[in-house]
């Protein structure tokens, strides 16, 4: 009996850990290409925090191991918490396939803690089909193989319609190719469950970035606009634009914090809702987003 008591905490050990800002990429990012992985943002001082983290607890073992849970005290990991954007507690997101799939904030009934939990362990799958087939996708869309990619996450949307990262997938593909409108298009057949997952927002804010790239002024003409007159605000977001649009994401974001920094309010605060585009178009673990939203956060508190 002691043997056992002592392997049924250890599998609970696994599937649920309390994470710092030293391991968060590899229990959390790292760990969800093969799980989906759930992640608690939580605070001692939390009433509500202190009735959704058992309960959650509870569903992630009930499912033995298809899907893992992550525990993150906000007052002692206050750059994870900021670099996702938690504004109140608790705050609860999943991570699959390296990238954030759903969420939600505050207490929820438990019937929908219970619907959250076994969407995410579906996605796993009993063999792990699923999983295997998003790898093997994401790793046509990096080779190249753009069509054969969308191709690949249309099959797996027709197995699981609510698949968040096949649907953010789905049109990242078609950008590759480049097909903005069909692109535009299977995003208006997104389900409304799923509208707003991250993997779809991201893949709206590529779309609208790649929109704008088609319409980028010349490169060097707009440098020597911004040289010439470095308070002409417009001529400093169209350069921006033009920089984005051939790949110099960094350059662009700095352009951007420049033109906050000058004038945050100019044309009803494009320069900061072109910079959150940017970012949303950027998985969350990207270096650079995450350095420019640093930036951009002390910006906007100094």
Same mark, same amino acid.
């Given at each position: 009996m002691l043997e056992l008591g002592a392997t049924t905490a250890d599998a609970s050990a696994d599937l649920i850990k309390d994470v710092t800002e030293a391991n968060f990429m590899a229990e959390v990012v790292d760990a969800s290409m093969t799980v989906p992985v759930i992640v608690d943002f939580w605070a001692p001082w939390c009433g509500p925090c202190k009735t959704l983290g058992p309960q959650l607890e509870a569903e992630v073992k009930r499912h033995k191991g298809r899907v893992r849970m992550v525990k993150v005290n906000v007052d002692e990991n206050q750059m994870i918490a900021g670099q996702m954007r938690v504004q109140s507690i608790p705050t609860v997101y999943a991570f699959f396939q390296g990238q954030p799939v759903d969420g939600f904030q505050g207490a929820v009934p438990q019937s929908q803690i219970k619907q959250f939990v076994e969407k995410l362990a579906a996605m796993s799958g009993e063999d792990g089909g699923l999983a295997e087939?998003?790898? &093997? %996708? #994401?790793?046509?869309?990096?080779?190249? &193989? %753009? #069509?054969?990619?969308?191709e690949t996450f249309a099959a797996i949307i027709e197995e699981e319609p609510e698949n968040a990262v096949a649907w953010g997938g789905l049109v990242r593909a078609l950008l590759a190719l480049p097909d903005l409108d069909r692109a535009e298009a299977e995003l208006g057949r997104v389900p409304a469950a799923i509208a707003n997952a991250a993997p779809v927002e991201a893949a709206r804010a590529q779309l609208h970035l790649a929109r704008q790239a088609a319409s980028a002024g010349p490169l060097d003409d707009l440098r020597a606009r911004v040289e010439a007159d470095p308070a002409d605000q417009q001529a400093r977001f169209d350069y921006a634009t033009a920089l984005h649009a051939g790949g110099e994401v960094e350059a662009a974001i700095d352009q951007l914090l420049e033109a906050f920094r000058r004038d945050r309010e100019w044309n009803d605060g494009a320069a900061k809702a072109q910079l959150i585009t940017i970012f949303d178009a950027l998985k969350p673990t990207d270096l650079i987003a995450q350095k420019g939203r640093r930036k951009l956060s002390s910006l906007i508190f100094s």
């Open positions: 087939a998003l790898d &093997a %996708a #994401e790793a046509m869309l990096t080779e190249g &193989a %753009a #069509e054969d990619a969308a």
